[in-house]
């Protein structure tokens, strides 16, 4: 199993819809998760942290389910500059502070 | 979030030739990163970039193929030593911030020929 799974995509959706990404991990010793963004030929951007909780940040809601090992994220009324990919990142674990373990994106297209 | 800066943004370069990459950051950082994404590939982390130490490296990935240097807090080199085609690929220094947060530089796209 791959230690972090994404649907690959590509979501194309309209202008205006909410898309859901789902990502699961295999290490249930990972703490820390987020979601990252990144732009064609660009480096990743941290988008969001998601909390046991769950979390609401404008238009993007995540949440995070450790008996499944799973991490969602929410865009709601999307925007054309929504377009980019999406990565589900978790640390490793066991008190690795750097260790980031990334999925491979999913990609989403939202068109007018 | 810290401002990362690296040189060169882009090189094309010879196969058996090397390359060193410069990351630049504005403030002291205790933990920085290098990592790797090839075309349609995820990031994977090469090594840890150790101050006053030798780097830690990940599994598939060694010193004298990746040598890094970390001289002080704000400034770490890595290099791509003896390069291939295999190696042409997207390289990224990051720093920790707060809460386990990664930021990244924007990143050195190596072609090699």
Redesign the interface.
């Known amino acids: 199993r791959k230690e972090v799974e994404q649907d690959p995509g590509p979501f194309n959706v309209p202008e205006g819809a909410t898309v859901a990404f789902n990502c699961t991990y295999s290490n249930s010793a990972s703490q820390s998760f987020f979601w990252y963004r990144q732009d064609c030929r660009k480096e990743p951007k941290l988008l969001m942290s998601v909390y046991s909780s769950g979390n609401e940040d404008g238009r993007f809601t995540a949440q995070l389910n450790r008996a499944s090992q799973y991490i969602s994220l929410l865009i709601r009324d999307s925007k054309l500059s929504d377009s980019a990919t999406y990565l589900c990142v978790v640390n490793s674990g066991g008190g690795s502070q750097g260790n980031l373990i990334f999925g491979k994106g999913t990609k989403l297209s939202v068109k007018p | 979030?810290a401002v990362i800066s690296q040189k060169p943004s882009r090189d094309i370069c010879q196969r058996g030739t090397s390359l060193t990459i410069q990351c630049q950051v504005d403030s002291q950082v205790t933990?920085m990163?290098w990592y790797r994404q090839q075309p349609g590939?995820?990031?994977?982390?090469i090594a840890?970039a150790n101050q006053g130490s030798e780097a830690t490296y990940?599994s598939g990935f060694v010193i004298d193929k990746f040598p890094i240097s970390r001289p002080n807090l704000t400034f770490s080199t890595l290099t791509v030593s003896n390069m291939s085609p295999e190696d042409s690929s997207i390289y990224?220094c990051s720093v920790?911030g707060v809460?386990?947060?990664?930021?990244?530089?924007?990143?050195t796209?190596l072609t090699v020929l």
Do not use: A, N, Y
């Open positions: 979030s933990m990163f590939q995820s990031l994977t982390l840890t990940e990224l920790v809460r386990d947060r990664q930021f990244f530089g924007p990143g796209r």
